[in-house]
């Protein structure tokens, strides 16, 4: 089994859900927390456990005309690519790409360098449910 197929894909319960959102980090009930928030938002989700896991389904959504709208990226990815190596690849198959970057190791006031690397927002770690709503509603808005 390659990297692509082990991405997990979740559909939202709403009919309308517009946007897709990979959820990137290797700690399973972070994923499922993410997922579920994004859900309830009314969005589609898939998670991946690693960078390269990430990097190939983003590329195969697009491939498949099924973009992501969004990624929310761990930083801290062990082994492998790290998260910012998987945005930079990421970025390289859509310069537009939305990622918001998520570590335990940011600082609020971290924006503008998060800015300035290419990511479209920042989620310090731990987050709530509201906080993670109100970042990729500010991402997707934009």
């Known amino acids: 089994m390659n990297a692509a197929e082990t991405v997990t894909e979740n559909s939202s319960t709403t009919a309308s859900a517009v946007y897709r959102v990979l959820i990137v980090d ?13 859900e309830k938002l009314g969005y589609d989700s898939a998670t991946a456990a690693s ?39 990421i970025k390289q198959i859509d310069s537009s790409a939305r990622v918001i970057v998520s ?7 971290a924006r503008s360098a998060a800015l300035e690397h290419g990511f479209a927002g920042i989620l ?5 449910a509201d906080r993670l709503a109100s970042e990729l509603r500010y991402v997707l808005s934009r």
Request: aromatic letters at 6%.
């Open 26 to 38: 290797d700690e399973q009930p972070m994923q499922l927390l993410a997922s579920t928030i994004v």
């Open 51 to 89: 960078g390269e896991e990430a990097v190939q389904a983003y590329r195969k959504a697009a491939e498949e005309n099924q973009p992501f709208s969004a990624v929310v990226m761990d930083l801290a990815l062990p082994g492998g690519i790290s998260g910012l190596e998987a945005t930079i690849a």
């Open 103 to 109: 570590s335990g190791y940011l600082e609020q006031n």
């Open 124 to 128: 310090p770690k731990p987050y709530t």
